[in-house]
């Protein structure tokens, strides 16, 4: 193994007593697979094999030029912060022993030594740092490699744990809560939040995961026209060195956070929201292998959000297919077995005398049947309205309710609103006007000849008022209150 890259014996001869040092040194440089390690152990062996007071070694990040993580021996934490910049003087017997560490052919970074303990740096020391530099930027290519793995197999496992948590039927906020939370701990990010598109053609964060109060973040709105909206709902990631100076960033929160990610969260074309992992002022950026990773986790959790609503809507359907099997049963065998036998009663009522004591009897059992059978069937209209997304509206109640009984009168209720009905529609009123509601179209569905219904509801300064009108024979019309 070459020690030097000049040739000259003399040279050569007085690295000699240094061999073994140098020997160690190397083999004591790649034996460490974690990066970290394997840099900090670097840069002592480095000042130890020179006899160097000061040692430093700075990171470049390729894309920009600049140090990005500094390793210090024989320097103090204040000593530290004091640096500026590293040194670019040429090595040799200079003040600087400065050497470049190359991975393959990319420089990794540049590692100095300063203020040798005994006399000058010679050109024996920088020989010996030239030989350690290149066994160090294979040991660096190493680990990594090892690093990489790791870190993608972390995101994997996250990747993995989010599927089976959405999956597992939880409720849709909860979801993204849970993308927002693994993202974060996985980017190594101050906040994970996830956003969706509004009807105005902005985005709102919807969920949010920080080790700070989230409450300033949820609500957090990004304007239509803003810069970066083109490319979220193009599908595009957004990548950020500054979010608080660059001006494509238009909100509030932007100040506390410096690197960012912005993901698409999207499946089969459909974009369903945006993930976002900013870091703090000052952080280290995202790299190349960060992004990369971050994207393919907010791609595969965008799947399982995908899944897991197909999931969800699978489930109400086997409610709702249940509900309706179930109201068909009441229907089919309650309600016809009730009405032969209030028709039995009916007719032994007639033929009895009519100042009997058993006619009264058998009168007051006609109208409990014929009650039974009316509440049997508003239970019935209630069994046949979906099971979830209930409307918040008192108009979309009411036209819930309606469309329901369509399916057992065979036809869909004319429906006609005046008024504010929305707005003058409080809670008891509204609640005893839909159960008048409910019980004037099961009595409708009961009359035989009955091809029409007509629904109005009307709000004034009085109240909300009921009509519902049949055009059975006799034609009949229920109103309320």
Do not use: C
Not at 7 to 25: I, K, N
Not at 211 to 225: K, S, Y
Not at 467 to 473: L, P, R
């Amino acid at each position: 193994m070459p020690i030097m890259d000049e040739p000259g014996d003399d040279h050569a001869t007085s690295l000699v007593p240094r061999l073994p040092m140098l020997l160690e040194a190397v083999l004591g440089v790649g034996s460490e697979l974690e990066l970290r390690a394997t840099l900090q152990h670097l840069v002592e062996t480095a000042t130890q094999l020179t006899g160097a007071r000061y040692g430093a070694l700075g990171v470049l990040d390729p894309e920009r030029g600049t140090v990005t993580d500094l390793y210090t021996s024989g320097l103090s934490e204040a000593q530290r912060r004091r640096i500026r910049r590293l040194p670019e003087g040429p090595p040799g017997t200079s003040p600087y022993l400065g050497v470049p560490i190359r991975v393959h052919t990319e420089v990794f970074g540049n590692l100095y030594l300063t203020e040798k303990r005994e006399g000058s740096f010679t050109e024996e020391d920088h020989s010996l740092l030239r030989v350690l530099a290149s066994q160090a930027g294979i040991a660096i290519g190493n680990a990594r490699l090892y690093e990489t793995a790791r870190q993608r197999e972390r995101w994997i496992e996250g990747a993995a744990a989010v599927t089976t948590a959405l999956l597992a039927g939880e409720p849709a906020e909860n979801a993204l809560m849970t993308v927002a939370e693994r993202a974060r701990l996985l980017a190594g990010a101050t906040a994970g939040v996830v956003l969706q598109p509004t009807e105005e053609g902005g985005m709102e964060i919807v969920a949010a995961s920080t080790t700070d109060d989230p409450g300033d973040l949820v609500g957090t709105t990004i304007a239509p026209g803003s810069p970066v909206l083109v490319q979220l709902l193009g599908g595009e990631p957004v990548f950020i060195e500054d979010s608080a100076s660059d001006p494509r960033m238009t909100t509030h929160v932007r100040s506390r956070f410096g690197p960012s990610m912005m993901l698409p969260l999207q499946s089969g074309g459909k974009l369903i929201g945006t993930l976002a992992l900013p870091r703090r002022r000052g952080d280290r950026p995202y790299t190349a292998v960060d992004r990369l990773l971050a994207a393919q986790f907010a791609s595969q959790a965008a799947l399982a959000l995908v899944l897991a609503d197909a999931q969800h809507d699978r489930e109400r359907l086997a409610v709702y297919e249940d509900r309706d099997r179930i109201a068909r049963d009441l229907h089919d065998l309650v309600v016809q077995r009730l009405f032969a036998t209030e028709m039995m009663l009916e007719s032994t009522r007639r033929r009895a005398d009519d100042s009997s004591d058993e006619d009264t009897l058998l009168g007051r059992a006609v109208d409990e049947l014929d009650s039974t059978i009316q509440e049997v069937r508003t239970t019935i209209f209630a069994l046949q309205q979906p099971p979830a997304d209930a409307p918040t509206s008192f108009r979309g109640r009411v036209l819930r309710e309606t469309g329901g009984a369509a399916a057992l009168l065979g036809f869909q209720p004319s429906v006609h609103f005046s008024g504010a009905v929305d707005t003058l529609a409080d809670e008891t009123s509204a609640d005893g006007l839909l159960a008048a509601l409910r019980g004037a179209l099961a009595a409708a569905h009961r009359r035989p000849g009955v091809t029409a219904v007509t629904v109005e509801v009307e709000a004034d300064e009085t109240g909300l008022h009921l009509s519902v009108e049949t055009d059975g024979t006799p034609p009949t019309t229920v109103t309320w209150p």
